[in-house]
């Protein structure tokens, strides 16, 4: 007989307990997974996916206009929020399903319900109690909602993703991706938008160009920017909410969004109980392996708050599964991790900061900024930004940056050069694709010594 019912449990059915759970029921384990909410986590369905399509839906309003600029005449043309909302909830609804049936085909045994650490082997959920060889905690973040008066007033992106009528004016209380991807939705389908953070330019952590590009450009789109600022109250007033800011400021608005953060999704789950470990920022503190402190339970994905990405977390849980499951052990390689901001215009990098780089290594800064070829025809106010870090010893390119149409597609492709280790004069011998924005990473030969306006104390 068994001494346990499973050789894995994993809690929480996002990207990577599903590619861990997948693999391992592949690999011959009998795995369960338990989610108390929608299958595909927060990214399927509160967080990249809905978001993106949400992005996408926005920003066909600048592409009707910018139309005019080549010839075409567009009339009367009107946007539907609830049809919208009604698309991206149908292709979750697809996407949900398409994830369940990779977890039966792969065995899995899903069981819906709110899963609790009772010992180092036991989970109780629904009041039956499960046990396993191995435990996985791949439960992901959550919103966190500022201790403000007034707070019931705000919703997280959870919310905002699921709102049933566009707020024709709404505040964003935030500065980071969530905050600014969300400002440009609701602003290019027409709602007047605040944004308010407490930095001095949007994107904290950010290259310090990169953000304060971005910010200027989002000004030019009439977003209203309340930098250095902080709300220190919601209170209703009528059908509108009003909100006050630390300098005085009230704005009156339809809508209250909060993207100030998201926090490791840790509590209630018994963790202490079975002795596994928290930082202070209540993260599951794990080894390069994804291990804890209790030997057979292992933490993945944003619960860890390592690098808070879907696809390291998918990576982390093909990891995990080759090396519990499969005799092949790998681990996580956290360097050159590009990334993506689908604020409009969007931002992508890969690698260092010009900040992060010059801590460690001498470096040659390479940047230029332009109009888009389409915006020569469409009359559109807006530039694009790329940028190159330089290790001057090696020659080695360090960071690649840009702030642009198309940036993530085009910082995908250059991700593979710098895991690669390539160097500037590998990219100066590349032949660009002409006309493109692209080839303007291949063409930067002289480097610059100051910050571009705006930006020195980004």
């Not at 009367?76 to 009604?86: E, G, T």
């Not at 290594?361 to 940028?387: C, E, N, W, Y």
């Not at 100051?450 to 020195?456: A, D, S």
Request: proline letters at 4%; glycine letters at 10%.
């Amino acid at each position: 007989m068994p001494r346990y019912d499973y050789d894995l449990i994993t809690i929480g059915a996002g990207s990577g307990g599903v590619r861990a759970s997948r693999m391992a029921g592949k690999y011959g384990a009998k795995v369960a997974v338990i989610e108390n909410s929608r299958i595909g986590g927060t990214c399927v369905m509160r967080g990249c996916v809905p978001k993106k399509l949400l992005v996408m839906g926005a920003h066909f309003g600048e592409v009707l206009d910018d139309a005019r600029g080549f010839g075409w005449s567009i009339e009367n043309a009107s946007h539907d929020w609830v049809a919208l909302i009604a698309a991206k909830d149908k292709e979750l609804d697809r996407l949900e399903g398409a994830y369940k049936n990779l977890l039966s085909g792969a065995g899995n045994t899903l069981v819906e319900g709110h899963g609790v650490l009772v010992d180092p082997h036991t989970v109780e959920v629904n009041g039956k109690r499960l046990t396993a060889e191995k435990i996985l905690l791949a439960v992901g973040g959550w919103p966190v909602v500022p201790d403000i008066p007034g707070r019931e007033h705000m919703i997280t992106s959870n919310e905002a993703l699921d709102i049933k009528a566009r707020p024709k004016r709404i505040v964003i209380f935030g500065g980071g991706y969530i905050a600014v991807e969300f400002a440009g939705i609701f602003r290019a389908l027409g709602s007047e938008v605040h944004l308010v953070f407490r930095a001095d330019h949007v994107l904290r952590g950010f290259d310090s160009d990169i953000r304060a590009h971005l910010q200027n450009e989002m000004i030019k789109k009439d977003i209203t920017v309340y930098a250095a600022r902080k709300i220190v109250s919601v209170a209703k007033s009528g059908a509108a909410y009003t909100v006050t800011l630390d300098d005085g400021t009230a704005l009156t608005v339809d809508a209250v969004l909060t993207a100030t953060g998201r926090a490791p999704n840790t509590s209630n789950l018994g963790l202490k109980e079975a002795g596994v470990t928290l930082n202070e920022k209540g993260a599951v503190i794990v080894d390069g392996w994804s291990g804890t402190r209790v030997q057979n339970i292992f933490a993945l994905g944003d619960v860890t708050d390592r690098i808070n990405l879907t696809p390291v977390a998918i990576n982390e849980g093909r990891m995990f599964a080759e090396t519990q499951f499969n005799n092949n052990p790998m681990r996580m390689d956290y360097n050159f991790v590009a990334s993506a901001v689908f604020s409009q215009p969007p931002v992508s990098v890969v690698g260092l900061s010009e900040d992060e780089a010059r801590k460690t290594h001498d470096v040659a800064i390479f940047r230029t900024s332009f109009r888009p070829m389409v915006h020569t025809l469409s009359g559109r106010d807006q530039r694009t930004l790329m940028k190159l870090v330089v290790d001057k010893k090696s020659d080695r390119v360090l960071g690649c940056h840009m702030v642009g149409d198309d940036a993530p597609e085009i910082i995908q492709g250059l991700a593979v050069a710098l895991k690669a280790g390539a160097t500037k004069s590998q990219f100066d011998s590349t032949v660009g694709i002409h006309p493109t924005a692209a080839e303007e990473f291949v063409t930067m030969r002289e480097p610059v010594s100051t910050p571009i306006p705006g930006c020195e104390n980004a």
